[in-house]
């Protein structure tokens, strides 16, 4: 059964880079078929979609955060990483690293889903 | 930047059936697919591709797309069914996802 799990800090100082790592396990990162994206939802709001990655490093982001967001992922550590930087208090939330489904004919679409880490962003 | 609507609240009484819409101007090239997400958990995927069920989702739970407008139904709601109901697409290039902006289901 894959499983996603998110981790890194829980608190990070306002201008500071948030940096996050979902790491798969019981299945492997390197598949055709899927790719690997992460999620956010602030307290009380709703979901916004941040950026999508395949395991050869190609990705999609949010234009809303592009110039702030890097994806990367490690293959040979099954995990995949967020970074956003110049964070501010509005970038406060629950972050959800996911498993995207779908196929060259389709859509891709979230799966499965890390149970979410939520991160303040303060002082 | 492409957007989905939906209304803030849909309200029912248990049994009766629940519409959850979803507008967007890519939604007649774009497939839709709906999340359920109950208080202090991940979303769960209910309907996928418009009117797909995946496995373990009860057969009240459909979908349906009309022009630019998706529909989840849930006929015979019943109170485990309150929660908060998340429409997702893409753009029309495929490549930018977005979710609208969520339906909090009430049903007492």
């Known amino acids: 059964q894959l499983q996603l799990q998110e981790s890194g800090p829980r608190l990070v100082k306002p201008s500071e880079t948030l940096s996050l790592t979902c790491t798969v396990s019981?299945?492997?990162?390197?598949?055709?078929?899927?790719?690997w994206g992460w999620v956010r939802q602030p307290p009380g709001k709703g979901l916004e979609w941040i950026g999508s990655?395949?395991?050869?490093?190609?990705?999609y982001y949010n234009t809303s955060l592009k110039s702030r967001v890097t994806l990367s992922v490690d293959t040979s550590r099954d995990q995949f990483s967020l970074r956003l930087s110049s964070v501010t208090a509005a970038d406060t939330a629950v972050y959800y690293c996911?498993?995207?489904?779908?196929?060259?004919?389709?859509?891709?679409?979230?799966?499965?889903w890390g149970q979410g880490f939520l991160v303040t962003v303060s002082s | 930047s492409y957007e989905l609507t939906q209304a803030p609240s849909v309200s029912v009484s248990p049994g009766q059936t629940a519409r959850i819409t979803c507008s967007g101007d890519?939604?007649?090239?774009?497939?839709a697919y709906w999340y359920q997400q109950k208080s202090g958990q991940a979303p769960v995927l209910v309907i996928y591709?418009?009117?797909k069920r995946p496995s373990g989702i009860p057969e009240r739970f459909s979908g349906s797309t009309s022009g630019t407008m998706a529909t989840l139904t849930i006929s015979g709601a019943q109170v485990e069914d309150e929660g908060g109901y998340f429409c997702y697409s893409t753009d029309n290039a495929g490549n930018h996802g977005v979710f609208g902006g969520g339906t909090k289901l009430t049903v007492l």
């Open positions: 990655l395949f395991f050869t490093g190609t990705s």
């Open positions: 591709e418009d009117n």
């Open positions: 890519a939604l007649p090239k774009r497939y």
């Open positions: 996911a498993r995207e489904t779908g196929s060259a004919t389709s859509d891709f679409y979230f799966d499965l």
């Open positions: 019981g299945g492997s990162i390197s598949s055709s078929s899927h790719y």
